[in-house]
């Protein structure tokens, strides 16, 4: 179970250290958009800075695959908000973002949420479970996409609205959650299948599951959508909403896809249920949209006639 904590950890700074690489890479790129993928695409991938996010983001992808093999989904969720401080510090001290204090209250009470599911752990007696139906998978997944896609689109009509007020990438971060809630599902998914004896029936059966092409779908998907997302909003915001959605996500409708039971000592079972509240509490509390600049002083509004 220990060695599962352990990958979980590494996985989050691969994470993080991906996500502040490539964010650093697009703000020196000329402004990109969903409604260009195959620009998007020839931009990022001549960025060096870019290509190294990326491969961080990718040996990210591994040690989540063995996080899956044992550790019970819901803990493994709790386990990677933490990295959320990791993403915050790097943000800091290499993207010179700044967080408000509304924002480092959230960042408390997430590794609060962590330490409540590291608690609720017990060796032995959490169930990793190895399959779930294909029928239910889709059943989850396919309107999650969907909404998802919506939601991104939504908010990119509106940020071409006059007047609005700044984003602070809320939305985004919620569309692009779920579909990597829908990726971590394919994960789990993929991970279970490698525990087929022999290489070639695993293969077979990887094939003539779903989680193939679901990670086919969210990964191209997710490429694009998140990358402009992180373009034009804080890395120390988006990716933060955008984890703690998947996370919530895959912990709960994960658990019951896979009927993983959840842990019936009540003190455990109180801790894991206590940190998936908190974590929900703490998205709902994000605010929405940064401040408004203000104007030099010494200088007056302009107002039209």
């Known amino acids: 179970m220990w ?171 919620v569309a692009v959650g779920l579909l990597y809630g829908v990726s971590s599902l394919a994960i789990k998914g993929v991970s279970s299948s490698l525990t087929s004896s022999g290489l070639g029936s695993a293969v077979v059966e990887l094939l003539r599951s779903p989680y193939p092409y679901l990670l086919l779908f969210t990964g191209a998907f997710g490429l694009v959508m998140s990358q402009a997302a992180l373009q034009r909003c804080r890395a120390s915001l988006i990716v933060p909403v955008c984890t703690t959605v998947t996370c919530l996500y895959t912990a709960v409708l994960g658990t019951l896809s896979f009927g993983e039971s959840l842990p019936h000592d009540p003190v455990r079972l109180a801790l894991r249920l206590a940190g998936t509240v908190l974590a929900v509490a703490v998205l709902l509390s994000m605010p929405k949209h940064d401040q408004a600049p203000q104007p030099p002083i010494g200088t007056k509004e302009l107002t039209p006639p």
């Open 3 to 173: 060695w599962g904590v352990a990958a979980a950890l590494l996985a989050n700074t691969l994470y993080s250290v991906g996500f502040v690489l490539e964010k650093r890479a697009l703000t020196a790129l000329p402004e990109v958009t969903i409604r260009q993928p195959a620009r998007l695409l020839g931009l990022v991938v001549r960025s060096p800075l870019w290509i190294g996010g990326s491969l961080s983001l990718a040996a990210g992808f591994g040690a989540q695959l063995a996080v899956y093999r044992t550790l019970p989904i819901a803990a493994a969720q709790g386990i990677f908000v933490s990295g959320l401080v990791l993403l915050v510090l790097l943000s800091a001290r290499l993207l010179g973002e700044e967080t408000t204090g509304r924002e480092r209250f959230a960042l408390g009470a997430i590794l609060a949420a962590l330490l409540m599911v590291v608690l609720s752990l017990k060796q032995g007696s959490d169930r990793v479970s190895q399959d779930a139906p294909y029928q239910l998978i889709l059943l989850v997944c396919v309107p999650s996409l969907a909404a998802g896609v919506w939601l991104y689109g939504s908010a990119e009509r509106r940020t071409r609205h006059r007047h609005r007020m700044p984003t602070t990438g809320v939305e985004y971060g």
